[in-house]
């Protein structure tokens, strides 16, 4: 059999033009600019069709038989350059000194750490009076000659430093999504406090409409308690109690605590005699959101006074009285109060489950934060007058303090904004990337009547802005329109030079004990970390099997594994936004295990120690019940017994 010979010429090629050969497209205009497949039907081609849009052709003279070999020709031709291109990559690995065989001197010499076995059954020389190597192979398809070189790229994956700067290796033009491997990239809180409540996460009911129907339900009972005059005011908690849920709250606020909450609300909220129904509704929020939120993070304050079901019982019955209230105070003027209690309302959602409504309650406080125009920083002075002067005479607080607590509900509205949105691929509804004035504010904690903001939750809430700017960079660019199965590499490559340089200001990674930091400093330092990798896999993980992508997610997964195994999940609630993370580094460590890759053994154990992470934290127990923890468990088993055999 006569072999087949593809020569490589190194750097002069990769410099020298390409000459093709001009081509007449049978595309449309539109599909030409996507750069997707044209169904090239007229008037209107079925892509034009779907998207509703005008369709236009280039009508240029010519015969169309010989066009489509014209094309058919420029694509072979296209192949074959990409294929010398890859060769010349491998040419770089694996320089050769003549006479002796390259995968030899790859291994022994210049490059010990690389793995040249998939390239067995080519013979690998230098051509005389050619600067550049010769390729000999007995492969006549194009297919298997890809499928070496991608099967090179895996072996060698290992061999790549961790991130690498993005021009450290040879860049492909386009990246094409892969729908098969992961249908669906989107946030998940799959251990949801309420389990039995359909979160969308893993059910293929639709949770719209469940939700809507619990809705109906719900109206239907409150009118009917209404009739029998039973919407009264919910039974009142102990005061011990409610004493400890609004001393937690200031901590345990998700996605970044509400400066400064204790000096405005801590004392006045014990005292409900005198709360108006603003301040009703600020204080059912919360209780209706930290109740299951405190049973399971916290059950030392409850002294066994409340058992499971009193407290969903009593956690529902304070979030209906809250949406009464909302109800009928919704359309007076707004409020920095109001707005801030609706968000405690989507956190009560997030908790158990109730994606749906999620993004609605996000809306009604955005909106009404935008009729307020909260983001813009001349206005603060009066928000702050006006929502001082709702404040019961004796606990009216100083303007400046009530300055401090706008700007830091605005940001908390734009984190909650963020994960709202990404439950479903909604639209966000914050923006804020042009208002520079205002991110400031988190830099430089300010002296106040009530002292120094606490340093650490506004340096954690200053890289979380960033790190919303980041995720929302990542969902516009890749997921916005979902119906492209390509993304141009320039655009991966921005997103990519953003987060290396934004690495730089995150706190160094220190494996403190628990004793010895600041909450918040843990946090700025593992949750921050653990997004930041986990935007590495949100970036690629929809283009896998792309070698590069899943050297990126793989990497990332393993970061995850060690930041997960060495954060004090157990004590700290922060774990909950963190689920999201996990679950991505499970799905990627779950690929390489389907896949059998080499390291599957390696993903294998990092899986293993993931699930005994979340076992261990309060919601482990509810994390059993989830469909994804039962398939990673089954995984586990499976292999195991495998390996036994």
Not at 2 to 8: G, Q
Not at 88 to 104: H, T, Y
Not at 514 to 533: D, P
Not at 551 to 565: G, I, K, M, N, P
């Amino acid at each position: 059999m006569e072999n087949d010979t593809l020569t490589s010429y190194g750097d002069d090629h990769q410099n020298r033009p390409v000459k093709r050969r001009a081509r007449m497209a049978l595309s449309c205009q539109r599909c030409r600019k996507h750069r997707s497949k044209c169904s090239r039907s007229r008037p209107s081609c079925e892509q034009c069709l779907t998207a509703g849009v005008e369709c236009a052709y280039l009508e240029v003279p010519g015969d169309l038989e010989s066009t489509a070999l014209r094309d058919r020709f420029a694509g072979l031709e296209n192949q074959i350059h990409s294929l010398l291109d890859e060769f010349g990559n491998i040419e770089q690995l694996v320089k050769s000194v003549s006479g002796q065989p390259a995968a030899q001197v790859a291994e022994e010499e210049q490059h010990p750490n690389i793995q040249a076995k998939s390239l067995a059954q080519w013979n690998i020389h230098q051509s005389s009076g050619s600067a550049g190597l010769s390729i000999d192979t007995h492969m006549f398809h194009v297919t298997d000659i890809y499928s070496t070189l991608i099967q090179f790229a895996k072996d060698n994956t290992n061999a790549i430093t961790l991130y690498p700067q993005p021009d450290q290796q040879k860049k492909p033009i386009w990246l094409i999504r892969n729908h098969s491997i992961f249908p669906n990239v989107r946030l998940s809180h799959f251990t949801s406090l309420r389990p039995n409540v359909n979160d969308g996460e893993d059910s293929e009911d639709d949770p719209v409409q469940n939700r809507l129907l619990q809705e109906e339900e719900e109206e239907a009972e409150e009118e009917l308690n209404s009739l029998l005059g039973l919407d009264s005011v919910p039974e009142k908690l102990p005061f011990f109690l409610v004493q400890r849920l609004l001393a937690l709250y200031k901590n345990c606020l998700l996605y970044g605590a509400v400066q400064p909450f204790d000096t405005l609300f801590a004392s006045l909220l014990m005292d409900q005699e005198i709360l108006s129904p603003a301040f009703q509704l600020l204080y059912a929020s919360i209780v209706c959101h930290m109740l299951p939120h405190a049973f399971y993070w916290h059950p030392e304050i409850f002294e066994n006074s409340l058992d499971e079901p009193t407290c969903v019982r009593l956690s529902v019955e304070y979030y209906k009285w809250a949406k009464r209230l909302l109800s009928s105070i919704y359309f007076d003027a707004p409020s920095l109060t109001t707005c801030h209690a609706i968000c405690n309302l989507v956190l009560y959602h997030i908790e158990n489950g109730n994606t749906s409504v999620v993004y609605i309650y996000s809306g009604m406080a955005v909106r009404m934060a935008l009729s307020l125009q909260l983001y813009r920083e001349d206005a603060l002075d009066a928000i702050s007058q006006n929502q001082a002067a709702a404040f019961p005479p004796a606990y009216k607080p100083p303007v400046p303090v009530v300055k401090q607590y706008a700007r830091s509900l605005l940001w908390f509205m734009y984190f909650l904004d963020t994960a709202s949105s990404h439950y479903h691929n909604k639209p966000y509804e914050i923006h804020l990337d042009d208002h520079v004035s205002t991110t400031t504010f988190f830099k430089n904690p300010v002296l106040s009547s009530a002292g120094v903001l606490d340093e650490h939750q506004a340096f954690f809430q200053f890289i979380e802005f960033h790190t919303c700017q980041i995720t929302r960079d990542i969902r516009r660019t890749i997921f916005t329109h979902p119906e492209e199965a390509q993304t141009s590499y320039e655009q991966i490559e921005r997103i990519e030079k953003r987060l290396i340089s934004f690495q730089k200001q995150l706190p160094p990674i220190e494996l403190v004990a628990e004793s010895s930091a600041h909450l918040w400093q843990r946090r700025c330092i593992f949750k921050q970390w653990i997004r930041h990798h986990g935007h590495w896999i949100l970036i690629h993980q929809s283009y896998l099997p792309t070698p590069m992508s899943v050297q990126r997610c793989t990497t990332a997964a393993f970061a995850l594994v060690e930041l997960f195994d060495h954060w004090i999940v157990a004590m700290d609630c922060y774990f909950r936004p963190c689920v999201h993370e996990l679950k991505q580094a499970c799905e990627i460590l779950l690929y390489h295990v389907d896949q059998k890759t080499p390291i599957k053994g390696r993903a294998l154990e990092g899986l293993i120690r993931l699930v005994n992470v979340l076992l261990k934290t309060p919601v482990g127990e509810i994390a059993r019940t989830r469909p994804f923890v039962q398939r990673v468990l089954k995984a586990i088993q499976q292999n195991n017994m495998c390996e036994r055999e």
